[in-house]
């Protein structure tokens, strides 16, 4: 593994980072965890 060709060790990076954006970004914005932190806050 450790002899594959920069570019594809590039690629693979670079989507797992757009991957784990799109992940987390979809999980701040949907959490059920924080809809009730901010309905906590508002009491």
């Known amino acids: ?13 670079s989507w797992l980072v757009i ?11 949907h959490s059920k965890v924080q809809k009730l932190a901010t309905v906590a806050e508002a009491d």
């Open 1 to 13: 593994m450790t002899q594959l060709a920069l570019i594809t060790w590039v690629v693979m990076i």
């Open 19 to 29: 991957g784990l954006m799109i992940y987390f970004g979809y999980s701040l914005k």
